[in-house]
């Protein structure tokens, strides 16, 4: 918990406007590091992937990426930045333990992309979001603090350094004090990170998953009293890992700088650490400022000159943005716009394309993933596309379904099955003599034993009552364990009452 003095969130808007600063790191997908041929593969026995270069042994020398580059520009590209016809790395001198070389390979003055902007869109209403930056650096290794209770280095025994990650590429995109947002603040914030996420994807650049660290945000904010242009003093609340704690970091911070402004306080300026569990921040080191790191231009590397064919190049390998993209899938699914926006809330749009393009109506996609699907990963808190279930096997459920093999009822049995690991629909279907009875003869039988143990049940429908006839499928359909067609077994009741 935060012990912290909070004012309330509307009280803060109506004396105070919202400037947002967004950082967000990029873990690019290449398949090897960005100054050395180590793998960048996740999950390896720690410092199994470390040479030379990304240990910084003395004599070693980098040498660059071409596909960073290449991702790079296209980011650039996306985010509407001009690209940089000449630039260069620069060293950032600092020291940490998961820092070997005791200086970070980045850019300083010289990125790689520059003055770009984005809309994003807030409950139909756009903002535009200006892009001061993104620039090419690399990755730092991991520390693992051993011994305490939490993980953290306070009550630890000793730390453990992987430098598996060590050199890893990745794009740092800035942007420019965000505005005139009012508010929309926070939901800004998460829809602009949002977007980035998507894009990123779209591009292929990087599996941008925040749980895993491959997109990581630090959220700046600030207040100033309304009217005024003059920003005030703001906080970075780190390596927020969810979009829905962004949101809710920036609300907590807003809270908590409107009551130190408010009873003639001065924030902080410090870096502040997001607590999921107490869903509050803490504070962490001041602030440096750029000037601290001593920047310089890195010297063991040349200068990068992308020519002007090679951008047009890339350019053209842009896919359109995700917002354009959503809208043009939902012209041929036809969802209402409730529906489609609860399906781009819930992260389920990839999933459902996937569906469809395995053969599944877009109607079908839609209900197994926002229905059965969405209400496991909600009970186990995970997102959708982290359930061990794709798109192709949903569509394979609804396959089963439609071709009469098997009931929605023990459709949802298979899909357990899947979610449990068990194989595919159709082989769990075999394994499990799931499919459906479709013998008349069985279950004209199983109709026959049903209407003659419930004379007044039969009678009711003789006489024209139908919804009588609920009660007699319902026994037939226990007395099949569920594998029958209920449209097939009401068809031979009536049939059989009516002779
Ligand atoms: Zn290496």
């Not at 967000?24 to 992937?49: I, W």
């Not at 970070?104 to 979001?129: K, L, R």
């Not at 620039?135 to 520390?143: L, W």
């Not at 009875?437 to 049940?457: F, G």
């Amino acid at each position: 918990m935060s012990y912290e003095e909070l004012m309330d969130y509307d009280e803060v808007m109506e004396s105070y406007d919202p400037a947002l600063g967004l950082e967000v790191h990029v873990e690019l997908n290449t398949h090897s590091k960005m100054f050395c041929s180590c793998s960048t593969q996740f999950g390896a026995e720690p410092n199994t992937q470390t040479c030379p270069t990304c240990l910084g042994l003395p004599g070693s020398l980098p040498v660059v990426n071409a596909k960073a580059i290449e991702s790079a520009i296209r980011i650039g590209l996306a985010l509407n930045c001009s690209i940089s016809t000449w630039c260069r790395f620069a060293r950032k001198n600092y020291f940490y333990p998961d820092m070997t070389k005791n200086f970070q390979t980045s850019q300083y003055d010289e990125p790689i992309c520059f003055d770009g902007q984005v809309e994003v869109e807030v409950d139909g209403q756009p903002f535009i979001i200006p892009i001061e930056r993104a620039h090419m650096e690399e990755d730092a290794g991991k520390s693992q603090h051993m011994g305490g209770t939490t993980g953290r280095i306070q009550g630890a025994d000793y730390s453990l350094m992987d430098y598996n990650r060590a050199g890893v590429p990745l794009i740092e995109i800035v942007t420019k004090p965000i505005m005139a947002t009012g508010p929309q603040a926070p939901a800004v914030a998460r829809a602009y990170v949002g977007f980035l996420r998507d894009m990123i994807r779209a591009l292929g650049v990087s599996d941008v998953r925040m749980e895993q660290g491959s997109l990581r945000c630090d959220a700046n904010v600030s207040l100033m009293p309304k009217g005024s242009t003059t920003l005030g003093t703001r906080t970075e609340t780190k390596n927020v890992n969810s979009l829905r704690s962004i949101e809710k970091a920036l609300r907590f911070e807003i809270c908590r700088q409107g009551a130190i402004l408010s009873s003639g306080g001065q924030v902080v300026q410090e870096t502040r650490h997001w607590h999921e569990d107490g869903a509050y921040t803490s504070a962490g080191r001041s602030k440096e400022e750029a000037e601290d790191y001593r920047y310089f231009p890195e010297p063991d590397l040349v200068p990068i000159a992308p020519s002007r064919e090679w951008v047009e190049e890339l350019r053209a390998t842009i896919p359109e943005p995700p917002a354009v993209h959503i809208a043009g899938l939902n012209k041929t699914w036809g969802f209402s716009d409730l529906e489609m926006r609860d399906v781009v809330n819930a992260e389920a749009v990839d999933l459902i394309h996937a569906t469809v393009e395995a053969g599944a109506s877009p109607q079908a996609a839609r209900k197994w993933w926002m229905t059965e699907l969405l209400r496991r990963a909600n009970a186990e808190s995970i997102s959708l596309e982290d359930l061990p279930i794709s798109g192709e096997h949903v569509a394979e459920v609804q396959r089963l379904i439609d071709s009469g093999l098997i009931s929605d009822k023990i459709a949802r049995q298979v899909i357990e099955a899947v979610l449990a690991g068990e194989g595919s629909p159709t082989q769990i279907v075999e394994d499990r003599g799931l499919t459906l009875v479709s013998d008349s003869v069985t279950l004209q039988k199983a109709v026959d034993d049903v209407i003659e143990a419930n004379p007044d049940i039969a009678q009711k429908i003789r006489e024209g009552k139908d919804q009588a006839t609920g009660a007699l499928i319902g026994q037939v359909m226990k007395q099949m364990s569920g594998q029958a067609d209920a449209a097939k077994v009401r068809e031979m009741i009536i049939a059989s009452l009516a002779s």
